[in-house]
């Protein structure tokens, strides 16, 4: 079935939903989600969103924060841009109806928490649910506006391009890409749809499952990152994956964070004899920056042999932990642990991407038609480590941003004459194979993740990242061979999205041959500011077609 829209969202997060309410406005927008419209990354979100709002604070501040946490990669007019502009975005969610604390303190609007790096409180937090807050009040907003459809279970798989070569006698000089919508796969009917639209905007948030341990939901499989690859974008700066120290470590407990506010509030990672440890790494002890604390963890728990760290928040009143730690506390006592009383069990796990499909500062990718907003994309905010709580907050700018620049154009676009958009080509898995070698999707997966976590993981080395290479490559050619004899499933199309990820931020890794912000490699300890204060980018060798080509991009092997 064919759907015409105005813009086209893929992804139902903080970035999407905020994109699609503003988009609104000016046209209709279709938002397209893999599962239900909550099951997003936004919505296990817990600290919450950076801003200047505190008196001893200000914008040169939390720009200086960012900027050192970036470590040298963040682009310094975006992060001027994003600090400048957070106070705004923030009472625009407060006007959406988030139910942000509020300061007890006379004139002061939000309470303010603190995370890692910050030199200020500056967090604005819907007590340790700020994303869950969020989400909802977004929802309903976009389920109340006409202009808005929202379709779930619908997954995007693979980007309608059309692809020019410009040619200067038989030589390629330049190219041009312009995206068309995308091909959706709607479940659990197994329908192909084609979405087409003057924009579309990837707003598919992460790929932390990409490792064996994240705290991210089963949704984060890097789905936009392989579509925009496949399709020609630059991606850049993969390499920086951003670990939280803090994950709950329980047989029972999957992907459970244990909030930086934590440690913002007091909290002192331990050994298991009780024995704090951060001193001996830095300063600032456990309110360092996340790719410090996390290496140190790493470290203290390679040294003993422990499973796990502890975090003590012991000290503080029972009842203030109650109400700041609502969610935290509930989380923690079904598993038998008193957080007012126990010290938490926690690891460190893959958390967010720092790097991500390559955007201007209006959200555009190198392809024209196609925007990126939120984790998928590399704004050049967070360089090589992003600061606590900058995230949604990045999310709700390049939103704003974005669809400003759509909104200006919209009027030309609708004039231009669409393509002809072939049907799905159905390039991944079998609609009605009755076929099945299912063990191969479960097997590649686990082994991918275990393949990331153990060789590219918080710390690297020049071997590990070869061998890697070499067998995620193998294990693509694997997925390939059998796809004949795979029914088409979300999962095996996830698969091949996650598989593509891994094998890109092995590249990224590779080439990075120094140690900065997340990335940290011990064959090349230090940072090397004359060969490398710059993006690593990966690219997709051109479709070569004179005559302009349109169709899914995944027509040509990657
Ligand atoms: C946390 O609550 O620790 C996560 C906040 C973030 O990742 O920015």
Same mark, same amino acid.
């Given at each position: 079935?064919?759907?015409?829209?105005?813009?086209?969202?893929?992804?139902?997060?903080?970035?999407?939903?905020?994109?699609?309410?503003?988009?609104?406005?000016?046209?209709?927008?279709?938002?397209?989600?893999?599962?239900d419209k909550l099951e997003t990354s936004t919505n296990y979100a817990q600290g919450g969103i950076a801003s200047v709002l505190g008196r001893d604070d200000s914008f040169p501040l939390h720009i200086?924060?960012?900027?050192?946490?970036?470590?040298?990669?963040?682009?310094?007019?975006?992060?001027?841009?994003?600090?400048?502009?957070?106070?705004?975005?923030?009472?625009?969610?407060?006007?959406?109806?988030?139910?942000?604390?509020?300061?007890?303190?006379?004139?002061?609007?939000?309470?303010?928490?603190?995370?890692?790096?910050?030199?200020?409180?500056?967090?604005?937090?819907?007590?340790?649910?700020?994303?869950?807050?969020?989400?909802?009040?977004?929802?309903?907003?976009?389920?109340?506006?006409?202009?808005?459809?929202?379709?779930?279970?619908?997954?995007?798989?693979?980007?309608?391009?059309?692809?020019?070569?410009?040619?200067?006698?038989?030589?390629?000089?330049?190219?041009?890409?312009?995206?068309?919508?995308?091909?959706?796969?709607?479940?659990?009917?197994?329908?192909?749809?084609?979405?087409?639209?003057?924009?579309?905007?990837?707003?598919?948030?992460?790929?932390?499952?990409?490792?064996?341990?994240?705290?991210?939901?089963?949704?984060?499989?890097?789905?936009?990152?392989?579509?925009?690859?496949?399709?020609?974008?630059?991606?850049?700066?993969?390499?920086?994956?951003?670990?939280?120290?803090?994950?709950?470590?329980?047989?029972?407990?999957?992907?459970?964070?244990?909030?930086?506010?934590?440690?913002?509030?007091?909290?002192?990672?331990?050994?298991?004899?009780?024995?704090?440890?951060?001193?001996?790494?830095?300063?600032?002890?456990?309110?360092?920056?996340?790719?410090?604390?996390?290496?140190?963890?790493?470290?203290?728990?390679?040294?003993?042999?422990?499973?796990?760290?502890?975090?003590?928040?012991?000290?503080?009143?029972?009842?203030?932990?109650?109400?700041?730690?609502?969610?935290?506390?509930?989380?923690?006592?079904?598993?038998?642990?008193?957080?007012?009383?126990?010290?938490?069990?926690?690891?460190?796990?893959?958390?967010?991407?720092?790097?991500?499909?390559?955007?201007?500062?209006?959200?555009?990718?190198?392809?024209?038609?196609?925007?990126?907003?939120?984790?998928?994309?590399?704004?050049?905010? /967070?360089?090589? =480590?992003?600061?606590? *709580? $900058?995230? @949604?907050? #990045?999310?709700?700018?390049? !939103?704003?941003?974005?669809?400003?620049?759509?909104?200006?154009?919209?009027?030309?676009?609708?004039?231009?004459?669409?393509?002809?958009?072939?049907?799905?080509?159905?390039?991944?898995?079998?609609?009605?194979?009755?076929?099945?070698?299912?063990?191969?999707?479960?097997?590649?997966?686990?082994?991918?993740?275990?393949?990331?976590?153990?060789?590219?993981?918080?710390?690297?080395?020049?071997?590990?990242?070869?061998?890697?290479?070499?067998?995620?490559?193998?294990?693509?050619?694997?997925?390939?061979? /059998?796809?004949? =004899?795979?029914?088409? *499933? $979300?999962? @095996?199309? #996830?698969?091949?999205?996650? !598989?593509?990820?891994?094998?890109?931020?092995?590249?990224?890794?590779?080439?990075?041959?120094?140690?900065?912000?997340?990335?940290?490699?011990?064959?090349?300890?230090?940072?090397?500011?004359?060969?490398?204060?710059?993006?690593?980018?990966v690219r997709r060798r051109q479709v070569e077609d004179p005559r302009g080509v349109v169709g899914a991009a995944n027509n040509v092997p990657t």
């Open positions: 079935m064919e759907h015409q829209f105005d813009f086209l969202v893929i992804g139902s997060g903080i970035a999407g939903l905020s994109f699609a309410l503003r988009a609104a406005r000016h046209g209709t927008v279709a938002i397209v989600t893999k599962k200086e924060d960012t900027l050192n946490a970036g470590d040298g990669l963040c682009h310094p007019d975006i992060v001027e841009h994003v600090v400048r502009s957070g106070p705004d975005r923030i009472r625009e969610l407060a006007d959406y109806g988030v139910p942000f604390n509020r300061s007890p303190v006379e004139g002061l609007e939000f309470d303010l928490g603190r995370e890692g790096g910050h030199s200020r409180n500056r967090i604005v937090h819907a007590h340790d649910m700020t994303g869950r807050a969020v989400e909802t009040a977004l929802v309903s907003a976009a389920e109340n506006n006409p202009n808005i459809h929202i379709y779930e279970n619908h997954l995007a798989l693979d980007l309608i391009v059309e692809h020019f070569a410009i040619k200067a006698g038989s030589i390629a000089v330049r190219h041009r890409d312009v995206c068309w919508g995308a091909y959706i796969l709607e479940s659990p009917r197994m329908e192909l749809h084609t979405f087409l639209a003057h924009a579309v905007v990837l707003c598919t948030g992460g790929a932390g499952k990409v490792y064996l341990y994240t705290s991210n939901p089963d949704v984060a499989t890097g789905d936009g990152l392989a579509m925009a690859y496949r399709a020609g974008a630059c991606l850049a700066n993969l390499e920086f994956v951003q670990f939280h120290p803090t994950c709950l470590y329980h047989p029972h407990a999957k992907n459970f964070l244990i909030s930086e506010a934590v440690r913002g509030e007091g909290g002192r990672l331990i050994d298991r004899r009780g024995k704090a440890f951060m001193e001996k790494y830095h300063p600032l002890k456990d309110l360092a920056f996340r790719d410090v604390v996390a290496r140190a963890i790493d470290t203290e728990m390679k040294q003993s042999g422990d499973d796990c760290v502890f975090l003590d928040i012991t000290h503080r009143e029972p009842d203030y932990l109650k109400t700041r730690f609502p969610n935290i506390y509930q989380k923690c006592h079904l598993l038998g642990i008193d957080i007012t009383k126990d010290p938490i069990p926690v690891v460190p796990a893959a958390h967010y991407i720092c790097g991500g499909i390559v955007t201007d500062g209006f959200g555009r990718t190198t392809l024209e038609n196609l925007y990126a907003v939120g984790e998928c994309a590399c704004t050049g905010l /967070h360089g090589a =480590n992003r600061l606590a *709580s $900058n995230s @949604l907050l #990045e999310a709700m700018v390049f !939103a704003y941003e974005s669809a400003f620049h759509c909104a200006e154009h919209i009027q030309q676009w609708r004039k231009r004459p669409v393509p002809e958009i072939p049907a799905c080509p159905i390039p991944m898995g079998h609609l009605n194979s009755i076929q099945s070698e299912m063990v191969l999707i479960a097997h590649n997966w686990d082994i991918i993740r275990r393949l990331m976590w153990n060789y590219v993981g918080i710390v690297r080395t020049d071997k590990r990242l070869e061998l890697a290479l070499t067998h995620i490559r193998q294990i693509r050619m694997e997925i390939r061979e /059998h796809l004949p =004899n795979i029914p088409l *499933s $979300n999962d @095996l199309v #996830e698969l091949q999205d996650l !598989a593509l990820v891994a094998e890109l931020i092995i590249r990224c890794a590779i080439q990075r041959k120094e140690s900065r912000g997340l990335h940290y490699n011990l064959d090349h300890p230090r940072k090397n500011d004359v060969a490398w204060r710059q993006d690593t980018v």
